[in-house]
């Protein structure tokens, strides 16, 4: 076959491929079109949600700096001089409460963020701190019943502790059980193990606290955990009493 030949076919082959293709297109031209059309619609939809997500984000993070300044504000002391423009507090109670309306507020709005679910945490302090137990168990349960693990390793560890004061040690005990055996980052087993055998030494056990302290020992023996079990077990012994003068 010589050039001239095959450089025919070839041009035939393209002519019949395109003439094909061109049919096919305008055969299908209103399903091309509209399956075009989806296409931009989910890619605009996309990056609409992306930026719109991001917006949010950064909204909820304001909102959550400013909670958390009214949760750290000072308390003032009687005779202590004020710096001009600086938020203060009378006391505890009344600094939890003001920031709890700003932590719900962020948590209720920018629910979907993570300053949103941090925001839900601190609204259960704050309700603890406030004295309103009811509010703050049903908030720490709330958190404690997300998908972010970190976080409700705090709510738990959190419920506990108001367990603890409210005189619900065996439910305090059993989240401390469920700590222990499904660590997390922000709480890791040897703090649920500690907090659990300062509970029994509040409890007059002894005895179960030093088993605890003793298996951390053994187990953690340079981790943090580890040195404060033997610092429980081999406590330094008290500084002499100074001489009269």
Same mark, same amino acid.
């Given at each position: 076959?010589?050039?001239?030949?095959?450089?025919?076919?070839?041009?035939?082959?393209?002519?019949?491929?395109?003439?094909?293709?061109?049919?096919?297109?305008?055969?299908?031209?209103?399903?091309?079109?509209?399956?075009?059309?989806?296409?931009?619609?989910?890619?605009?939809?996309?990056?609409?949600?992306?930026?719109?997500?991001?917006?949010?984000?950064?909204?909820?993070?304001?909102?959550?700096?400013? $909670? /958390?300044?009214? +949760?750290?504000?000072?308390? !003032?002391? #009687?005779?202590?001089?004020? %710096?001009? @423009?600086?938020?203060?507090?009378?006391?505890?109670?009344?600094?939890?409460?003001?920031?709890?309306?700003?932590?719900?507020?962020?948590?209720?709005?920018?629910?979907?963020?993570?300053?949103?679910?941090?925001?839900?945490?601190?609204?259960?302090?704050?309700?603890?701190?406030?004295?309103?137990?009811?509010?703050?168990?049903?908030?720490?349960?709330?958190?404690?019943?997300?998908?972010?693990?970190?976080?409700?390793?705090?709510?738990?560890?959190?419920?506990?502790?108001?367990?603890?004061?409210?005189?619900?040690?065996?439910? $305090? /005990?059993?989240? +401390?059980?469920?700590?222990? !055996?499904? #660590?997390?980052?922000?709480? %890791?087993? @040897?703090?649920?193990?500690?907090?659990?055998?300062?509970?029994?030494?509040?409890?007059?056990?002894?005895?179960?606290?030093?088993?605890?302290?003793?298996?951390?020992?053994?187990?953690?023996?340079?981790?943090?955990?580890?040195?404060?079990?033997?610092?429980?077990?081999?406590?330094?012994?008290?500084?002499?009493?100074?001489?009269?003068?």
């Amino acid at each position: 076959m010589d050039h001239e030949t095959k450089v025919a076919l070839k041009n035939d082959q393209f002519v019949t491929t395109t003439s094909h293709g061109l049919e096919w297109a305008a055969q299908n031209r209103r399903s091309v079109i509209t399956t075009s059309v989806i296409l931009i619609f989910v890619i605009l939809v996309l990056v609409g949600s992306f930026v719109f997500f991001n917006n949010r984000s950064q909204q909820a993070s304001v909102a959550f700096g400013e $909670a /958390i300044a009214a +949760y750290q504000a000072p308390i !003032a002391q #009687p005779g202590q001089p004020i %710096p001009v @423009g600086m938020k203060t507090f009378n006391s505890i109670p009344e600094r939890a409460k003001a920031a709890n309306g700003l932590f719900l507020a962020t948590a209720n709005k920018y629910g979907m963020t993570p300053s949103g679910k941090n925001a839900r945490y601190f609204a259960g302090l704050t309700y603890m701190e406030a004295g309103e137990n009811a509010s703050a168990e049903s908030t720490f349960k709330q958190v404690a019943d997300s998908w972010n693990k970190d976080l409700a390793g705090l709510a738990k560890l959190a419920l506990a502790q108001l367990y603890r004061q409210t005189g619900r040690s065996p439910q $305090a /005990i059993e989240l +401390y059980n469920q700590l222990t !055996a499904k #660590p997390t980052t922000t709480v %890791p087993a @040897g703090l649920a193990q500690l907090q659990l055998a300062e509970l029994y030494e509040s409890q007059n056990q002894p005895d179960a606290a030093k088993k605890i302290y003793a298996q951390l020992k053994d187990k953690d023996a340079k981790g943090p955990a580890g040195q404060i079990a033997a610092q429980k077990l081999n406590p330094a012994p008290a500084a002499p009493a100074a001489p009269p003068q």
